[in-house]
């Protein structure tokens, strides 16, 4: 049963009925904790001032050491984004009373350890297993394995949910992700906390897709781009919102991790309010079940049920796929050449689109200011963002407010390098104008992406370019990792790729406005290969007859 049929057959049900504003409410608040989980190696991850442990002081802290007369004897002074400060890994191998002979002086690498400053964090994983100076890079490389754990993720929660139930994984998936961030706290090594962190993302993704799913599949047409769109996004904001809050009265990283999870033990009676898929049950025949819950629904939402209503669910005959329809392949994507350029440049648009919004993202402790301060400002500019992005969706064409949104972050991002660094506020608000057009972007991205591509394959286009923004992903947190050395750098690249991804945008065809695709012959040529409508005609005849050869051929091969 394809899903014109089906919203036809539950008509019945009406649209925003109680039952259907609690589903939309309470699968939304799911994903709150997909906000602050891997957003949390913004305090969990940072890194705190530090120098060189002295051998004759080990017991000293870092603000007793700062205290110290003979500390610039002992350490280095280098310059860092216009400062004079203590070296962070290197510090004098003697004593030498001529402070003229510093320069002249042997340096070796810190051998007992560093001394932490407490002023701002009272442990980070940083702190605890010394991921600095040679191991500095261990720290990106944590949030990497997140995103591969997320990457491994949403391959296999699509294919386990078809065949376990939505309802199920999602709790199966829910339960692991909360033991998951638990266990981390547990954690005695950087490889330890490391790998749970990779259960979590893997866990987290699968959260996430299946509540996606199963939210798509139990609204109707009406409400389900709402939640898509308004509903997932902002309660994701919500959960980027607490993570400051929660981590400016929590300083140690492990109580933080424990305060940011047990509260989804309250999720446990989710379990008797939200329903199994009536589409995945008649998917599988299971056509009593499927009728009971829509009865149930219907029963919430005040409406009387008639045998009548249905008779056509209950026909197996109706569920069944049509034999003589081909199976499609992910490489339909790249079949003929206007789904293949639209591939292209919808996967290029998203993977833009996610560096940037997590490089900005995990770039916060980078920034002048206050982390916490700055890390709620990002979390707020979402929440307006989205609420943004979801007023263009129904009144304006999809690539050129797209377009729009992300040149002017990307000219806002690169114009930071000009602004003087004692301007911090400044600075600041153009880099939250840019993580604007970032959040608005990436929620935008999804629905024009599902508009873009035909029926046949709608489902494999977005999850491929979803797949390769993930694999993007897994390099954003090094664009933090260059804002530690300079702290414009992050914005130059992000600023000029946000650019680049609105030329991209342009190049695609509009969808506003326009009926969804149903076959891949009927896609739309991206602009710059629009040439003439003779090139169109020949493009549109030429997939068309490879179309119907695949066809052939498929059937011949049934034969």
């Known amino acids: 049963m394809d899903v014109q049929d089906y919203d036809e057959l539950t008509a019945f049900l009406g649209s925003w009925g109680p039952f259907q504003k609690t589903i939309f409410f309470l699968l939304s608040v799911i994903i709150i904790p997909n906000g602050y989980t891997g957003l ?22 870092f603000e007793e050491s700062k205290l110290s007369m003979n500390l610039s004897l002992r350490i280095p002074i280098e310059e860092r984004d216009g400062e004079q400060v203590y070296s962070r890994c290197t510090k004098f191998k003697t004593i030498v009373g001529d402070r003229s002979s510093d320069t002249a002086r042997e340096i070796e690498p810190c051998s007992d350890g560093w001394v932490y400053s407490t002023d701002r964090y009272i442990s980070t994983i940083v702190s605890e297993w010394n991921l600095v100076c040679d191991d500095n890079w261990k720290g990106p490389f944590t949030v990497s394995v997140l995103f591969l754990g997320m990457l491994c993720g949403s391959f296999i929660s699509g294919q386990i949910s078809d065949r376990y139930g939505r309802k199920l994984i999602l709790f199966v998936s829910m339960t ?19 790998t749970l962190f ?12 299946v509540m996606f799913i199963l939210g798509s ?4 047409k009406a409400e389900r781009i709402a939640f898509g769109t308004v509903g997932v996004c902002l309660f ?14 929590i300083r140690d990283w492990r109580m933080l991790l424990i305060a940011l999870s047990l509260p989804q033990i309250l999720y446990i009676p989710l379990w008797w309010f939200i329903p199994e898929s009536p589409r995945w049950l008649l998917s599988q025949g299971r056509v009593e079940e499927a009728i009971v819950i829509l009865k149930a629904a219907a029963k919430r939402n005040g409406i009387t049920t008639t045998a009548e209503m249905f008779e056509n669910i209950g026909e197996r005959e109706s569920i069944l796929p049509d034999e003589n329809t081909h199976a499609v392949t992910y490489l339909d994507l790249v079949r003929t050449a206007n789904i293949r350029n639209i591939t292209i440049f919808a996967v290029l648009v998203w993977m833009i689109s996610s560096v940037g919004y997590f490089g900005l993202s995990f770039n916060t402790p980078n920034m002048h200011g206050d982390p916490y301060i700055n890390c709620f400002i990002s979390a707020a500019t979402e929440i307006a963002s989205y609420v943004t992005a979801w007023i263009l969706l129904h009144v304006s064409p999809r690539r050129i407010s797209l377009a729009c949104i992300v040149v002017c972050s ?24 840019g993580k604007f057009g970032y959040a608005a972007a990436f929620s935008m991205v999804y629905v024009f992406s599902t508009e873009l591509y035909p029926t046949v394959v709608r489902n494999m286009g977005v999850a491929a370019c979803s797949t390769a923004a993930m694999i993007s992903t897994i390099i954003s947190p090094y664009f933090a990792y260059l804002g530690m050395h300079d702290k414009v750098l992050p914005f130059i690249l992000m600023g000029s790729l946000s650019i680049t991804a609105g030329i991209f945008c342009l190049v695609l065809p509009e969808t ?3 009926p969804l695709p149903q076959t891949i012959d009927q896609v739309q040529p ?6 003439s409508r003779e090139d169109i005609a020949t493009e549109a005849e030429k997939d068309k007859n490879a179309e119907n050869e695949q066809t052939v051929n498929c059937q011949m091969e049934s034969i």
Not at 181 to 194: D, I, N
Not at 217 to 220: K, N, P, S, V
Not at 237 to 245: D, H, R, S
Not at 526 to 531: D, E, K, Q, V
């Open 512 to 514: 506003y406005g326009q």
């Open 40 to 61: 949390c190696m913004v305090f969990v991850g940072d890194t705190p001032q530090h120098h060189c442990r002295l051998p004759d002081s080990p017991n000293s802290t």
């Open 410 to 433: 990307g000219v806002m991002l690169l114009l930071i390098q000009v602004i003087p660094s004692r301007h911090y506020v400044v600075t600041m608000v153009m880099a939250m104008v």
């Open 526 to 531: 991206i602009l710059c290969c629009t040439s």
């Open 217 to 220: 599949e139990l609204l109707g």
């Open 198 to 209: 990779f259960i979590v993302g893997l866990a987290q993704i699968a959260r996430y897709i």
């Open 176 to 194: 692991v992700h909360t033991a998951s961030s638990l266990l981390l706290v547990t954690s005695q090594s950087w490889e330890m906390f490391a």
């Open 236 to 249: 994701y904001a919500v959960g980027y919102v607490v993570l400051p809050i929660f981590a400016y009265f």
